[in-house]
């Protein structure tokens, strides 16, 4: 709902019928009707009467919905307010933050066809027959490109003699472009995913090459990592076409079959992130390969559809395990369904996704009921974090029970703040973390560390690399020396 459509008819007798036929159909999607009140598309009243209602209910009901007091009257402003609505122009800047206040569907006739632009509008339908310069001004309303991945083309449905209206697109597109319509037309849904099937096999390829199953994890070698994320980023390009085309995940009903499925993606896209958050046993971290990592796909989110497939795995893993007669064949296939699920895991999530079940085979753990898999993932993980944070605690902290509750406070608070080396010290927060830190337990502990004498200036620079790094890295396992 971002974005906006256009829809056009033949006449003004349909777009009343099909704005009330919409409006009772999705009363949710928020409609409104534009046409001319002064053309006359017949002289008997029943037409008069039927153009003059449709136009005050079309009015009354925008309206109620943005709260504005248009009348036949005063039709030239409503169809400003509405003109600038669509376009987010004044008094609509950045109208998408509030969606209530959008339009999704314009019903119009011949109205906005011409000289409105937006590129906000995204899709144009038609259930009308155009010809010439009609087509090519009606489908060029579309062509402002607001993002190359969020709107990479404007989209034309049209339903009213189908195949006439091709030959007249074809005939229009030839005279208007001096007979060279280049980069015209995108390619259709099933070249997109054949492009899609071709990228898929060409990862499968790239990470079977570096010895990995499943892609549970990164490659080690930087520079197959950065060859991941140009085919990564292209497939995913070549799927929000298909997504804009009418593909959706659950419902394949094209020519060409996909090869990729929903979950696999998710453990691509998981992996990408990892990449763009440096985390991960791959290459992220290098700079020899200059990762272009885009912020729109780190930004995808696919974690309840994760979590629902990971669960259901689980699920099945204990049914296997509590029934008697289950052999360990079945239960290994079970268990190793359930480890394909973790690839869509962090390496971190991974990690304790391992010793939760581990804990479960031995019996030292007993799964509570309606709980989830995810849910116990994220109970080692915060468990382990506390652990963590205890420890460095153990080493810089005093042994006072106020000191320690203050040290703790403002270190969970900043672990939970997203913070980067650039924002670390906002507010003077990191200063003031710094001020929990007993110099003399700090000093024994870097001593130990060095198996040396460090000056106190020398212990003030490891206090702050330390905290630094743990802060930043999300916390990390280290030894706690006995002094």
Partial sequence: NKFHAIFATSSIAEAIAYYRRLKQAAPTLKITALFDPHIDEGSDYANTALKQAGLIEIMEDYNAQYGQDFTLANHAKFKKDLAARLAHKKPYLRIEKTPKQQIDLLIVVDQMLTGFDSKWLNTLYLDKVLKYESIIQAFSRTNRLYDKHEKPFGTIRYYRYPHSMERNINYAVKLYSGDKPVGLFVDKLPNNLKKINAL???????????????????????????????????????LEAAKIQGFVWSKQKTEVTLNLDETTYSKLLSRYKELSSGSGEGGGGSDEVPFEILGHLTEIDTGKIDADYMNSRFEKYLKTLQKDDTSSTAIQKTVDELHKSFATLTQEEQKFANIFLNDVQRGDIKPEQGKTFREYITEYLAAAKQSQ??????????TETENITAFKAKLNRMMNANVTEAN???FCRFDDLKKCVD??????????????????????IEVDKLLQDFIIRGGFDFLVPTF
Avoid: M
């Fill in 200 to 238: 898929n096999d060409e990862i499968i390829e790239l990470f079977d090459n570096a010895g990995i199953n499943n892609f549970e994890k990164l490659p080690a070698d930087a520079s197959i990592c950065g060859k991941f994320v140009k085919l990564f980023a292209d497939l995913n390009d070549y």
């Fill in 439 to 460: 110099k003399t337990k700090a000093k024994a502990y870097f001593e130990e560390l060095e198996s040396a004498s460090v000056s106190v200036f020398k212990v003030n």
């Fill in 424 to 426: 670390i010290n906002d």
């Fill in 389 to 398: 944070i205890n420890a460095i605690i153990s080493v810089l902290g005093s």
